[in-house]
């Protein structure tokens, strides 16, 4: 029978601590340069000109049909060759990241904004919006009431995607852990302990998006 | 004087003529009911008024200036031409004072507080000062379509169009909503009107049009095309919507 001692663990807090911003950063990064992006390639998506929708449309089904980790990987060792400056575990980390989340994202922002009833477009453009103005003002803000769901799933599956960044000696939670468990040769209390926190951070911020979503329904 | 001019106005869909060239002239204060089966093209009619559909052929002339096809142009005209729609069309994720007020302060660019004050005012005339905080979910239909009737008049259209408006409510509710457009006629504003209320058209209308088949069939003053009509179409159209009224 194992016998859990997390003093071990605790004896590196600093080191998990530093861990935990590592982890923050990146996902702060990712989530913002993913969500974003994705946003520009799922109006492309909806797009009817062909000029945006066939790069777009690349765009996602390259990224959703190649591995986060394989990108990664290739960002850190294979881009380097190829171009004439060295990318740093973090950039390499955040491009996969991001371009993986942007590419799944897209296809959550081109839905969404799809199941708008044309009926709303015909009223904005009715009282003489431009097209900007009816997105903006009309079929966004309902849109984005009704992605808020799928986009909360995005933005925990990059929180936790954040420790693929550890394959490229990234220094975030999952890369610490990695470090604590080999000098002090306790797997077990040391990916617990990580476990622990990504559930910790993340649960709250769930909670806080339900808030969110019934505060955007209000006028339902 | 010509308020709006259409010229061989043509739409397919799919390559099905809907519309087969029509040539209508407005005159300012001309209320205008359009009837005519389902299908017979009343409605792609008026979304080719106001270029919701962008006709294949033919031209609208707005006060004697032909409209182009620049998204400018089709965007200016449609400041100046309101739109009632059968399924009322309110934006859901604002409330009705909202709603009211959203053409002016984000199309005309109108200061917030006089937006509010012209919105107000609107709502009180077609009865629903009380409602102005309320959602659409939260109107009846009859309400809502009195909002979307505020909706477009705040904007001080110069041509109304009435896309069925009375077509998705219950018939208790229609009542009120004839009342507020029957309100807007006495003003002397001018209005095409898509609608299946024979007795409203009668009395509101001052010119009928029939369509059939995306043409103009019949068009007269409201006592000859739907007291006398001369065509047989005309005829039996009538005869059928008549076929159970007391």
Same mark, same amino acid.
């Given at each position: 029978m194992h016998q859990w001692d997390f003093a071990s663990v605790l004896a590196n807090r600093e080191a998990l601590l530093v861990g935990a911003i590592g982890t923050l950063r990146i996902f702060a990064i990712c989530l913002v340069a993913g969500l974003s992006l994705g946003f520009i390639v799922g109006l492309g998506r909806y797009s009817r000109n062909r000029l945006f929708y066939w790069p777009a449309t690349a765009f996602t089904e390259f990224f959703r049909n190649t591995p986060v980790l394989v990108q990664i990987l290739w960002f850190y060792f294979a881009l380097p060759i190829l171009v004439p400056f060295s990318i740093g575990p973090l950039a390499a980390a955040a491009m996969g990241i991001s371009l993986n989340s942007a590419a799944f994202s897209a296809e959550i922002f081109r839905g969404g904004i799809q199941s708008i009833d044309r009926g709303q477009w015909d009223g904005a453009r009715a009282i003489g919006m431009t097209a900007g103005q009816a997105m903006r003002r009309i079929v966004l803000p309902q849109a984005l009431r009704r992605m808020t769901p799928a986009l909360t799933n995005r933005a925990i599956e990059i929180f936790k995607m954040s420790t693929l960044a550890s394959a490229v000696a990234y220094v975030e939670l999952l890369q610490q852990g990695k470090l604590i468990a080999s000098l002090n040769f306790n797997p077990i209390e040391a990916y617990t302990a990580v476990a622990v926190i990504f559930f910790v951070c993340l649960w709250p911020l769930v909670q806080l998006t339900y808030v969110l979503e019934r505060r955007l329904g209000r006028s339902e | 004087m010509t308020l709006l001019s259409l010229r061989g106005i043509t739409k397919r869909f799919d390559g099905k003529p809907v519309l087969a060239g029509i040539d209508l002239d407005v005159a300012r204060g001309e209320r205008i009911a359009i009837l005519g089966? &389902? =299908? &017979? =093209?009343k409605s792609t009619l008026l979304r080719c008024v106001n270029f919701l559909e962008l006709p294949d052929e033919g031209s609208v002339a707005l006060d004697g200036e032909t409209v182009g096809r620049r998204e400018r142009e089709l965007t200016r005209v449609r400041q100046r031409i309101g739109m009632v729609f059968q399924q009322f069309n /309110?934006?859901? +994720?604002? %409330?009705a004072l909202d709603n009211v007020m959203e053409g002016l302060v %984000?199309?005309?660019?109108?200061a917030k507080a006089a937006a509010r004050e012209r919105a107000e005012r609107e709502l009180a005339r077609v009865g629903l000062a009380d409602k102005?905080? !309320?959602?659409?979910? +939260? /109107?009846s239909g009859g309400q809502k379509q009195r909002v979307a009737i505020a909706r477009a008049v705040a904007m001080d259209p110069e041509l109304l169009l009435f896309d069925e408006p009375t077509s998705a409510l219950d018939p208790e509710l229609v009542g009120e909503v004839l009342g507020v457009i029957r309100a807007l006629a006495d003003e002397g504003r001018t209005m095409l009107l898509v609608t299946h209320e024979l007795g409203f058209a009668y009395h509101v209308a001052t010119r009928v049009i029939f369509l059939a088949e995306g043409r103009i069939h019949e068009s007269g003053a409201p006592d000859e095309v739907l007291? !006398?009509?001369?065509?047989e179409r005309t005829q039996a159209f009538l005869r059928r919507h008549k076929e159970f009224s007391l």
């Open positions: - | 089966a &389902s =299908g &017979s =093209g /309110l934006f859901p +994720h604002m %409330t %984000t199309v005309r660019r109108v102005a905080a !309320a959602y659409p979910a +939260h /109107l007291k !006398a009509p001369r065509r």
